[in-house]
């Protein structure tokens, strides 16, 4: 326990261990393509701000009717107010607009009579994502914590669940504390809640956990790893089946302590954003069948150059943040659809899911539009490098991202921090990150957004090293004033390895509010865009560039009379429909090389 406990709850004390962090990614489960049992919708809800729930143990309460009642608990989980799920807070009520605490969800799951013990079912409960920490009970149990706000996680509830009526708790904490990743100061809202789909799976007694798939390295064959969840009464699989109709494969895998990998010859037709092919991959093993839609592709670092199927590419993307005007950070397949849609007129075939794992379904939509992707997690500026809680817990979101889309063609970078001051400990923490990564997945560029040192005028950070892709954010012509210096930083460096240019941009105001001209005017804004463009298409080793960003987002922290709660950097108003003159700039620049 001592070796799990994370700080924000150490001053508590609780007979029972919340700050387990025991739902992590050794248990996922691969679900995509499943069927299940939607828990969206209605739940009952309460903020609690002093933690009073953990303490009263109101996940013990038993429903009842108020005059039965024999405490007097300051909460009944079972009545009062209700909200949807998924959703976040901030944007239902206005007082809860920048509440930060925990949150009490309850909801009623009724289990068919007889099922689970007759026929062996198990049943996993999925949480697509919960900003931060999520404690979960099952019937007044608890049975586990999560930390980290924007990748899935998983909780068995097989041996928990009674028959017919069960009462489904979960308190969320979004506080932000020095432990966490992100830590306390961001550039995005800090939208707290249950946002993404909550679901139910029922799973044969013995089934399959996980599979990853992708091209081999040398490009002849596809691989194969399967891992079997098999029964704690002895395992029965010996073998799993794969099938590729379109391919001709049908491969039988063995399977030896759950474990199976396999290398099939093949010459699959290559993935690319002009050419997005996906195969139908079947999975098999006893009772359980899994399906995906899987692209093959290569991608490498070979010197300066990025290669994607064995040849140079320039990546022409945009930043995305997760958020909307009323929604927050609740996304769907219409919200990223129109997304990747403004994507393709700027003329993009890359873009960077700033600065967290966005929804899975963005990246399954990028391999069925032909889009390449950085993915990235919230190592963000400032982060408590020193603390192997800290280090752990950005691992875990780490790997619970590859693991969730290492299976997605569109996928080429895995990004591990954006911005952190280059010292030892960040140096050693993020090197273990970039191991992690490499280890998870070898069939990936890893990158991070660098520094650039500004006295000397040129790219310098350590980290680089460890990296296939430098990214670098810089911001000349906003934040550095002298836009000489980035033509200065242009001739002074010398990188062995790719550049991309992870952000650039300017705010502009293009509300009747804004400024005609100067700082914060469209105007500017799409000066900086012609002079960045200018100044960075000279340079070799840029291989694509990813301005910041395609919308206008919510932010605590900027205030100012043109910014009103948001970042403006937006080619596009929060509104994601009203274009500003920068939207054109660069799509003609992306237009113009595309060919
Ligand atoms: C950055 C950050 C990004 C901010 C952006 C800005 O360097 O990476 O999260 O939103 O600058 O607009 O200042």
């Not at 049975?143 to 969320?172: I, K, Q, R």
């Not at 073998?239 to 039988?252: D, F, N, T």
């Not at 997945?441 to 296939?468: G, Q, S």
């Amino acid at each position: 326990l001592a070796e799990n406990a994370l700080t924000s709850l150490h001053d508590e004390k609780y007979d029972v261990p919340f700050n387990l962090q025991n739902l992590n990614h050794t248990t996922m489960v691969f679900t995509k393509g499943r069927t299940s049992t939607s828990l969206n919708g209605s739940w009952n809800f309460c903020v609690d701000l002093l933690d009073t729930g953990l303490r009263q143990k109101w996940y013990e309460m038993q429903p009842a009717n108020p005059v039965d009642r024999v405490e007097p608990w300051d909460y009944d989980p079972f009545m009062g107010e209700s909200i949807p799920v998924p959703s976040n807070w901030a944007m239902l009520k206005e007082k809860w607009y920048f509440f930060e605490g925990s949150a009490w969800y309850t909801k009623k799951l009724v289990k068919k009579k007889g099922s689970a013990a007759e026929s062996g079912q198990r049943y996993i409960l999925r949480v697509g994502a919960a900003q931060y920490d999520c404690k979960v009970f099952l019937n007044g149990k608890f049975l586990g914590n999560h930390y980290g706000g924007s990748t899935p996680f998983y909780v068995e509830l097989t041996d928990d669940l009674a028959e017919e009526t069960n009462w489904l708790m979960l308190c969320v904490n979004n506080t932000r504390t020095l432990d966490r990743v992100p830590m306390r100061n961001t550039d995005w809202f800090n939208y707290g809640g249950v946002y993404r789909e909550v679901e139910l799976f029922s799973l044969p007694r013995e089934f399959i956990r996980d599979m990853f798939i992708r091209l081999s390295q040398d490009g002849r064959a596809i691989e194969v790893d399967v891992v079997v969840d098999s029964a704690v009464d002895g395992p029965s699989i010996h073998h799993a089946h794969l099938e590729i109709p379109e391919l001709g494969i049908a491969q039988k895998i063995s399977i030896e302590h759950g474990k199976g990998t396999c290398r099939i010859a093949a010459e699959p037709e290559r993935w690319s954003p002009e050419n997005p092919r996906l195969y139908k991959v079947v999975l098999t093993a006893g009772e359980d069948r899994i399906t995906d839609n899987v692209g093959f592709r290569s991608i490498v670092r070979q010197g300066v150059d990025i290669l994607l199927n064995g040849e140079p590419i320039w990546l022409r993307g945009i930043s995305v943040h997760e958020d909307d005007d009323i929604l927050g950070k609740v996304t769907s397949d219409e919200d990223i659809r129109r997304r990747l849609a403004h994507a393709k007129e700027l003329g993009c075939n890359f873009l960077r899911l700033a600065h967290y794992p966005h929804h899975e379904r963005a990246a399954e939509l990028a391999d069925e539009m032909g889009f390449l992707l950085w993915q990235e997690i919230p190592v963000y500026w400032a982060i408590d490098f020193d603390n192997h809680n800290t280090l752990k817990d950005a691992k875990n979101q780490l790997i619970e991202l590859i693991k969730r889309d290492r299976n997605r063609a569109s996928v080429i970078i895995w990004s591990i921090g954006n911005e952190n001051p280059d010292t030892d400990s960040r140096l050693s923490f993020m090197r273990d990150l970039a191991e992690t990564a490499r280890l998870n997945d070898p069939t990936r560029l890893v990158a991070a957004a660098c520094l650039i040192n500004h006295a000397k005028l040129k790219i310098e950070d350590r980290l680089v090293d460890h990296l296939d892709v430098i990214g670098i954010n810089e911001y000349y012509g906003w934040y550095d004033e002298n836009f000489d210096d980035l033509y200065a930083i242009g001739k002074n460096s010398d990188p062995d390895r790719p550049v991309v240019i992870s952000e650039t941009g300017a705010d502009g105001d293009n509300s009747s509010q804004g400024p005609s001209e100067g700082l914060f005017s469209e105007k500017y804004m799409a000066d900086v865009y012609r002079r960045q463009i200018d100044t960075l298409q000279k340079l070799a080793y840029i291989k694509g560039m990813s301005p910041w960003i395609l919308y206008d987002f919510r932010v605590e922290r900027r205030q100012n009379i043109f910014q009103r709660g948001f970042n403006r950097k937006g080619l596009i108003a929060a509104d994601k429909s009203t274009k500003k003159e920068a939207f054109n700039i660069l799509a003609s620049f992306y237009h113009s090389i595309k060919d």
